[in-house]
């Protein structure tokens, strides 16, 4: 066909040879017949372009699906229906949804004023493709198909329910008009016009896989002046949409050294992370670029109001904070209007006593909300940690007798002492043609022997402990092959093994806290970014001054917050004040994600030092790290316990579902099926 011809064309004048393997998506026959039915409908709708405007260029609509719907809200009954259209013009491939006049028929009365304010919110007039860097499709085994689309910048829509079918023709069309190919980390990411990000290539301790890059095949010839374009139009529109703007490079697939460790890691931030200079600083702004006029680039104009807007629920939205230090407000948060009503003092931890009285005679938790309530606000005494964790973290139910976890204990012990036989039986010779072997225990035996060595239960030559941690690991990344193991993960495991003190229980709430938090450690960097996304939100609605200064310095990224979120602030506390803080965010009492408020906490807590001295993101990122140890736990989760009060369903409404440490969408396959594999 003459489409794939100039597809074929622009990969190869791009240097990037297309590979049939490569890009060929079609897995199976619905595929193929997707891939008619979509030429059908391309000659069908070829004709219909924009008449009302002389000045518009004529439009040939590819792809239409009615009834493609977003939620909102984290309720199943806010819900907002509209068309998708994927659209060729001047030679480019643009996507667009504009949500259905009115309120989705299944939405309750009650949802529907709230609904409303999301309706111009979240539509897309005019998104070019060439500003996606992947989608991830999702097909659970019960339930509708949905797809998750993430921008250059690492920002992301909400997803997008099928509930009419169509996904199948919908990257069928794709494949037609650009280049898209399968991730091989993960066959549900489907990478679209993979430009390496200048990110990748400024942040030395960020360690990316290689993927193949390509281009858009219907664009290859206009990608200098569209990238130009699309800079001007950045400029001109206040538009914060985050796209990179080294667009025009195409760098073909590198090959990763089989021996370089560095590839099976996600994500490398934790020792290195203040090492980012100026370099790292200039090309993050390229991502994230401050716009200071107005102009009409669609897109940016809309993909700003999803990204950084709330105006629905922010009275404060138009407030600006002036260069002017005398018009600074005074410290932290006692300057803000915000009518915060003050968190609870911390109380005295759960003790035996108290532990007992929440038991009944064999062994049920009566109150398990009472109980997470007491955790929440005084922690639990170290001697219960050993039973109340296991609580905490799923492992045992809260209904399950003591009967019945001693049985379990047993039945789990054994299932552990299998998977570790997996690897233990490894012989010397296999370990020489297991690449994947040997380079994740190398990553492990490195690890672990700088994981919490100042602890004295892990400190010391030849400590039997750090053998067990190591042990642990490995025989985790053969539990989950697919995540396998990556740099932070010691990290969690240090403090469970302490507490806990025997290897299978050790492994078994490792493996369930990695259910919610496995995402932090993505190739992709979906959950990180999640994450991020909804800490900006937060930080909008809850301290707008902080929000526009870090607006007008380039700073939305929240970068300077990422050791932060992936460890869940391991190294801003002490080895007891992570234990502490962590069984607080394990009662998930307030809100699955109070680690995102206690985040907002401190920022707002040093928001006149911040502002005050006028940090740009180099000085920001110092400042942070140099928190560690120096941020008061208590009165830190006062605060976040009073923002996450404040903010209330409005706060809700920042922070999409599924977002870590919310427990992720499974299939019949487990957390990391293969989707559309052929049996």
């Not at 091989?184 to 193949?212: H, I, M, R, T, Y």
Request: one cysteine or more.
């Amino acid at each position: 066909m003459r489409g794939e011809a100039a597809a074929a064309a622009a990969a190869a004048e791009a240097g990037a040879p297309r590979s049939p393997d490569l890009h060929d998506l079609s897995d199976d026959s619905d595929y193929a017949a997707a891939a008619a039915a979509s030429s059908n409908h391309t000659a069908m709708r070829s004709d219909l372009a924009d008449q009302g405007s002389g000045e518009t260029a004529k439009v040939d609509v590819v792809y239409e699906k009615e009834r493609v719907t977003i939620h909102p809200t984290q309720y199943g009954s806010g819900r907002i229906s509209g068309k998708l259209r994927l659209y060729l013009q001047h030679g480019s491939l643009f996507l667009s949804w504009e949500p259905n006049e009115g309120v989705d028929s299944f939405s309750s009365s009650s949802a529907t004023m709230e609904i409303e304010k999301y309706r111009n919110l979240y539509t897309i007039k005019s998104l070019p493709l060439s500003d996606v860097r992947f989608i991830r499709k999702h097909t659970p085994t019960f339930g509708f198909e949905y797809i998750i689309i993430v921008l250059s910048s690492g920002l992301a829509f909400p997803p997008f329910y099928f509930y009419n079918g169509g996904l199948r023709e919908l990257f069928a069309t794709l494949k037609k008009h650009v280049f898209i190919i399968r991730s091989d980390d993960d066959p549900n990411v489907f990478l679209v016009n993979d430009f390496q990000d200048p990110l990748q290539k400024s942040l030395s301790s960020l360690e990316l896989p290689g993927v193949a890059s390509v281009a858009n095949a219907m664009s290859r010839q206009n990608s200098l002046s569209f990238t130009s374009s699309v800079d001007e139009a950045r400029h001109g529109s206040d538009a914060k949409h985050g796209a990179s703007s080294s667009m025009t490079e195409y760098i073909p697939k590198q090959k990763h050294k089989l021996n370089d460790p560095g590839r099976d890691l996600s994500i490398q931030v934790l020792e290195k992370f203040s090492l980012v200079t100026k370099f790292a600083r200039d090309t993050t702004s390229s991502l994230f670029r401050e716009n200071h006029s107005s102009g009409g680039h669609t897109y940016g104009r809309h993909q700003q109001e999803y990204v950084l807007d709330n105006r629905a629920n922010d009275k404060h939205k138009d407030r600006q904070i002036t260069p002017d230090k005398g018009s600074l407000p005074p410290d932290s948060m006692e300057s803000d209007n915000l009518p915060l009503v003050w968190g609870k003092q911390r109380e005295r931890p759960l003790g035996i006593e108290e532990w007992r009285s929440f038991l009944d005679p064999e062994g049920r938790v009566m109150d398990s909300k009472a109980l997470r309530k007491k955790v929440f606000y005084g922690g639990v005494d170290h001697v219960l940690r050993k039973e109340v964790w296991k609580f905490l973290l799923g492992y045992h139910e809260y209904d399950s007798t003591y009967a019945e976890r001693e049985y379990l204990a047993v039945m789990k012990r054994a299932e552990y002492e299998a998977i570790k036989s997996q690897w233990k039986s490894i012989s010397t010779t296999q370990a020489k043609r297991f690449t994947k072997f040997r380079e994740r225990k190398g990553l492990i035996d490195k690890d672990v022997v700088r994981t919490d060595r100042s602890v004295p239960y892990y400190e010391g030559d030849d400590n039997q402990n750090v053998v067990v941690l190591r042990d642990i690991l490995l025989t985790y990344s053969f539990y989950n092959f697919d995540l396998g193991y990556c740099q932070g993960m010691s990290d969690f495991l240090a403090p469970i093994l302490y507490v806990m003190e025997d290897e299978s229980e050790s492994f078994w709430c490792f493996a369930i806290l990695m259910e919610r938090l496995g995402a932090n450690f993505n190739r992709d960097q979906n959950g990180m970014h999640a994450q991020l996304l909804a800490l900006s939100k937060l930080v909008e609605l809850l301290d707008p001054p902080l929000h526009n200064y870090f607006r007008k310095n380039d700073c939305l990224n929240y970068f300077f917050c990422f050791r932060w979120v992936l460890i869940q602030f391991k190294r801003e506390f002490s080895f007891d004040q992570i234990m502490l803080l962590w069984e607080v965010l394990w009662t998930h009492y307030l809100s699955e994600h109070f680690h995102l408020y206690l985040c907002v906490a401190i920022l707002k807590r040093y928001r006149s030092r911040i502002i005050g001295e006028q940090m740009d993101f180099d000085t920001l990122l110092k400042f942070i790290n140099e928190l560690s140890g120096e941020i008061n736990l208590d009165r830190a989760i006062q605060d976040a316990e009073a923002l996450c009060t404040h903010a209330g369903e409005n706060g809700v409404a920042c922070i999409p579902p599924g977002t870590p440490p919310s427990m992720p969408i499974e299939t019949d396959g487990g957390l990391y099926v293969q989707e559309d594999e052929v049996l």
